[in-house]
C-alpha cells in the first residue's frame, strides 16, 4: 500500500495551460509539503501545510496555488504554465513527532513545450 | 536561514571500495537532524540514514554510516563495500527543530557511480 502517491507521475503540457498535480497520503500525518527539483536536480520547498492550513509559501509565483482539501491531500494546481516550470514536483508527509521521517512521494516530472 | 553545501558533484568508487561523501552546513540553531537521501535513477527519495544533533554518536545502518562533527558542521557519509545498487544521487538535508516539523533544507547533491 503506497504511503505517498502523486497522480500523474508524468505531465507534458504547452506553455499557457492550466494544470493540477495531486497527492494522497494514507499515514496519517498532519503536515504536507511540495517541494520542487529543478533541472540540476536542486531540491527546494515550495509550500508546506499543516492540518489543511498554509504554514510557508516560499516566494513561490502566485501562478501556483496549493489546495488543501483534508489533511490527508495537499493538491498544486499551476496556471499560465511557463517553459522554467519544468521540473519534477514532490509531494511529502510526515507526522506531528519531530523525530518522524518525511516520507516522499514517487515525483511527478512536468514538461512545458 | 539555513545553507547545505556538498562540495563534490559527482564521485565514483569500485563495486566493494568504500567511499566517503561530504557534506557541511551552516545553521546557528542548536537542535536539528540532519539526512542523507538516495535518489536512484527511478527518481523515488529514499532515506539512508538520520542523525540527531544532540546525539554524539555516529548513526549507522548496516553498510552506510555517518561522521558527524557538530563544531565543524560537517557531516559526511561513508558506504562501505559498495554495490550497483548504490548508484545514485546522494542529498545531505538539514531540518531544524521546531514546535511542529519544519521543511528540508537540501545541498545540491553528489552523484555517486558504483563501477564493476
Known amino acids: 500500500d503506497t504511503a505517498v502517491s502523486q497522480t500523474p507521475k508524468y505531465l507534458v503540457t504547452q506553455m499557457g495551460n492550466d494544470k493540477s498535480i495531486k497527492c494522497e497520503q494514507n499515514?496519517?500525518?498532519?503536515?504536507m509539503y511540495w517541494y520542487k527539483q529543478d533541472s540540476k536536480k536542486f531540491l527546494k520547498i515550495m509550500f508546506s501545510?499543516?492540518?489543511?492550513?498554509?504554514?510557508i509559501n516560499e516566494t513561490v509565483p502566485n501562478r501556483f496555488s496549493p489546495k488543501s482539501p483534508d489533511k490527508a491531500h495537499l493538491n498544486l494546481h499551476i496556471n499560465s504554465l511557463e517553459l522554467g516550470d519544468s521540473a519534477v514536483y514532490f509531494c511529502?508527509?510526515?507526522?506531528?513527532?519531530?523525530?518522524?521521517?518525511?516520507?516522499f512521494g514517487p515525483g511527478t516530472r512536468l514538461t512545458v513545450l | 536561514a539555513q545553507t547545505v553545501t556538498q562540495s563534490q558533484p559527482e564521485m565514483s568508487v569500485q563495486e566493494a571500495e568504500t567511499v566517503t561523501l561530504s557534506c557541511t552546513y551552516d545553521?546557528?540553531?542548536?537542535?536539528?537532524?540532519l539526512f542523507w537521501y538516495k535518489q536512484p535513477p527511478s527518481r523515488q527519495m529514499i532515506l539512508v540514514i538520520r542523525?540527531?544533533?544532540?546525539?554524539?554518536q555516529n548513526a549507522t545502518e548496516n553498510r552506510f554510516s555517518v561522521n558527524f562533527q557538530k563544531a565543524a558542521k560537517s557531516f559526511s557519509l561513508k558506504i562501505s563495500d559498495s554495490q550497483l545498487g548504490d548508484t545514485a544521487m546522494y542529498f545531505c538535508?538539514?531540518?531544524?527543530?521546531?514546535?511542529?516539523?519544519?521543511?528540508?533544507?537540501f545541498g545540491k547533491g553528489t552523484r555517486l557511480s558504483v563501477i564493476a
Open positions: 542523525q540527531e544533533a544532540y546525539k554524539q
Open positions: 538535508a538539514f531540518m531544524k527543530i521546531n514546535s511542529g516539523n519544519t521543511p528540508l533544507v
Open positions: 545553521t546557528s540553531e542548536s537542535n536539528y537532524y
Open positions: 499515514l496519517g500525518h498532519d503536515t
Open positions: 511529502a508527509s510526515v507526522g506531528t513527532s519531530s523525530t518522524d521521517t518525511q516520507y
Open positions: 501545510y499543516n492540518n489543511k492550513e498554509l504554514i
